[in-house]
């Protein structure tokens, strides 16, 4: 474990065209932007005695290769976006790399076309949260460090 007299570090991650939150149909996913998310969330971690470190990327290489420098961290606070729903590359990362990863989207994605209601990522990861807005990253944040928390325990 990575965790260090600061507390523990967790990576906010967020998949393509998160970072077009703000603009990006409204009704799904609000007004808040990305810069806004990862400010509260870092906001909220530090409160939590945590650093959040934020990372976005539209590629799936580059989303696999943050999830290995995750590695180097304590967990890992993820929206996929569409390659949740595809992702085998994404799943076989976040699987390789054993760092506690809960699974986050901003719509209730079971509300919405039938291609959003399996995620390939979603069972190799500690938890889940769809459906709760901007909040869900919020709930991701004291998710994951809950799991941090019974690893330490272990
Ligand atoms: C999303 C849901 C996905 O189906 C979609 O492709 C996204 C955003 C969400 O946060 O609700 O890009 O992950």
Do not use: K
Not at 24 to 35: C, H, M, N
Not at 92 to 100: G, L, R, S, T
Not at 127 to 132: L, S
């Amino acid at each position: 474990m990575a965790e260090s007299s600061t507390g523990p570090r967790v990576l906010l991650l967020n998949g393509p065209n998160l970072n077009l939150l703000g603009s990006r149909d409204p009704r799904q996913y609000g007004s808040v932007t990305l810069a806004e998310i990862e400010r509260h969330v870092q906001t909220l971690g530090a409160e939590l005695g945590a650093a959040v470190e934020c990372a976005q990327s539209n590629h799936e290489g580059e989303l696999v290769e943050h999830v290995h420098r995750a590695r180097e961290l304590d967990g890992v606070v993820y929206n996929p976006g569409a390659f949740a729903h595809y992702s085998i590359a994404l799943r076989d990362a976040i699987e390789a790399v054993d760092v506690p990863c809960v699974e986050v989207h901003i719509s209730n994605v079971y509300a919405r076309e039938a291609f959003r209601h399996t995620s390939v990522t979603a069972p190799v990861c500690q938890g889940y949260i769809a459906g709760c807005g901007p909040v869900g990253y919020d709930l991701g944040l004291r998710a994951v460090l809950a799991r941090i928390e019974e690893r330490r325990a272990l």
